[in-house]
C-alpha cells in the first residue's frame, strides 16, 4: 500500500524516495499487499460460485507478479503466444489459461492447442474454421469459448470500448446464432460464451445489459467469461466498481444457468499497486521537465489518460500549478498539464500514482531510451523483479 508517513510516501515499509536512490530513476515500484487486497475485493464478489478469476496478463507481464496471481489461485488470461507462453514459464497450469485475441496466427492456434490451455476463445468464424482444420490435422479434441460482439455501449474511454458493433472484437450475435445451429465438428467443443465490453467500468448494469443481448444463446454453453474492465478511480477519490451489485444483479442469475463463470481483471489488480517514480531534471515557464517519458509509460499521451503527480516528499515549499512533461522528442510526451503540486526542484522525485496497469506493458524504447527497472515491496523487503534495460541491449540487440 502507498501511504503518507511525515510527509514521505511510502511503499509499505519503505520510502519511495529511498527506493529510487538505490535502483535510480524511472522505476516502477509495486505493492504486494495492494495487489492482494484488490484481488480480494473480485473474491468477495464470486464467493459461493463456481469461478476463475484469469487475470489479464497485457496489464503487467512482470513474472514475479505473474508468480503472486498464481499463489492467489488466480488463472491467465492471454492474447498472444507470447503470453501463453509467459503464462506457462510463469507457472500457470494449462487448464487455467484462456486464449483471446482478434488476430491468432496459425502457429498461435497450434501452440495453445499443443499446449493443452482451458479455452481458447474464438474471434471470427474464418478464424473457427482455421481452428477446426488444425485440431483434425492434430486430431485433438479442443475446448472453445465464442467471443460475443453484444453491441453495448458501456460509459467509458471510447478508445478503450471493446463490444460496440463498429470495433473489430468478437462474433456479431447473429453469427453466433448461425454457429450455433450449423457448426459441426468431431474437435472442437464449443463450451463457453465470452464477452469483454470495455475497461473503466464502474456499474455492474452494462455487464447485466451485455449478458441479457445473448441470453437465449447461454443454454448452449456451461461457461460463461465477463470479461475484464472493472473500473478504479485515477483521481485518487472513493469511486469503486459496484461488486455488490455484480454479485447480485450479474452473477447470481448467471450462476443458475451455466456451471463456471470466468472473469478476465487485469486494471482493477495492479493498477493502484503502482507507482512510476521520475526525476525533476528542469523547470521552465510553468513546466517541470521528469526523466520519464512516454516510452516508459504512454496511457497520457495515448488516451489522454489522467494520473495524479505527487511530489514524494513534502518540504512545505507551497503549491504551485504545473504541466509536467518528458524528455522525448513529441509534444504528446506530456503526463498532464495543470498539476497543484508542491513546488518540485531539480532532483526532486515525483511519484506518477496507479500506475501498475499498462504502464511497464505497454513501454517501448521509442527515443532509444531503456526501459525503466521494476521492484516489488512486501513489507520491509524490496525486490528487483526486472532490471533497467541497458543501452548496449537497446541500440544493438536485435541487430544482425
Ligand atoms: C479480452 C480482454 N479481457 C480482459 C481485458 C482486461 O481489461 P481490464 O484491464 O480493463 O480489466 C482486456 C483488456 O483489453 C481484454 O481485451
Known amino acids: ?64 507478479l505473474l508468480k503472486l496471481m498464481i499463489n492467489e489461485g488466480l488463472g491467465a488470461d492471454t492474447v498472444s503466444m507470447g503470453e501463453v507462453k509467459l503464462a506457462l514459464k510463469s507457472g500457470f497450469r494449462p487448464n487455467t489459461i484462456v486464449f483471446a485475441g482478434v488476430g491468432k496466427r496459425e502457429d498461435e492456434l497450434e501452440f495453445a492447442i499443443e499446449n493443452g490451455i482451458k ?43 471493446t463490444a460496440r458493433k463498429d470495433s473489430k472484437f468478437g462474433i456479431e450475435t447473429e453469427s453466433v446464432e448461425r454457429i450455433f445451429k450449423n457448426f459441426k465438428s468431431k474437435y472442437l467443443n464449443i463450451r463457453g460464451l465470452h464477452i469483454h465490453i470495455g475497461s473503466q467500468i464502474f456499474d455492474w448494469k452494462p455487464y ?42 450479474v452473477l447470481k442469475p448467471l450462476s443458475e444457468k451455466v456451471g463456471e463463470i470466468i472473469t478476465e481483471p487485469g486494471r482493477f489488480i495492479v493498477a493502484p499497486s503502482g507507482v512510476l517514480v521520475t526525476r525533476v531534471l528542469y523547470r521552465k515557464r510553468n513546466f517541470v521537465i521528469v526523466d520519464a517519458g512516454m516510452n516508459d509509460f504512454s496511457r ?16 512545505g515549499k507551497g503549491k504551485e500549478i504545473f504541466a509536467i512533461g518528458g524528455p522525448v522528442c513529441e509534444s504528446t510526451d506530456v503526463f498532464g498539464k495543470e498539476f497543484e503540486i508542491e513546488r518540485p526542484e531539480r532532483g526532486d522525485l515525483l511519484a506518477i500514482m496507479d500506475t501498475g496497469a499498462y504502464g511497464m506493458s505497454m513501454a517501448s ?36
Open 300 to 315: 497520457p499521451a495515448y488516451y489522454g489518460a489522467f494520473h495524479r503527480i505527487l511530489n514524494v516528499h513534502l518540504r
Open 1 to 64: 500500500m502507498f501511504e503518507w508517513k511525515q510527509g514521505q510516501l511510502f511503499c509499505e515499509g519503505v520510502a519511495v524516495e529511498k527506493i529510487a536512490r538505490k535502483y535510480g530513476t524511472p522505476v516502477y515500484i509495486y505493492s504486494k499487499d495492494a495487489i492482494v487486497k484488490q484481488i480480494s475485493h473480485i473474491k468477495e464478489a464470486f464467493e459461493g460460485f463456481n469461478y476463475l478469476i484469469t487475470y489479464s496478463l497485457k496489464a503487467n507481464g512482470n513474472p514475479y
Open 208 to 249: 447485466k445489459e451485455a449478458i441479457e443481448r445473448v441470453e437465449h444463446l447461454i443454454d448452449e454453453v456451461e461457461i460463461f467469461d465477463i470479461g475484464g474492465g472493472f473500473g478504479v478511480d485515477y483521481h485518487g477519490g472513493n469511486r469503486e466498481f459496484d461488486f455488490q451489485g455484480l454479485r447480485e444483479n
Open 119 to 161: 479455452l481458447i476463445n474464438v474471434e471470427s468464424e474464418e478464424e473457427l474454421n482455421l481452428l477446426d482444420s488444425i485440431a483434425a490435422r492434430k486430431g485433438k479434441r479442443v475446448d472453445i469459448a465464442l467471443r460475443v460482439n453484444p453491441d453495448v455501449r458501456p460509459d467509458t474511454i471510447e478508445k478503450i470500448s
Open 365 to 400: 524504447n521509442y527515443n532509444a531510451r531503456p526501459r525503466p527497472a521494476e521492484v516489488l515491496c512486501d513489507g520491509e523487503t524490496v525486490k528487483l523483479i526486472r532490471r533497467r534495460e541497458n543501452l548496449d541491449e537497446v541500440i544493438w540487440k536485435n541487430v544482425p
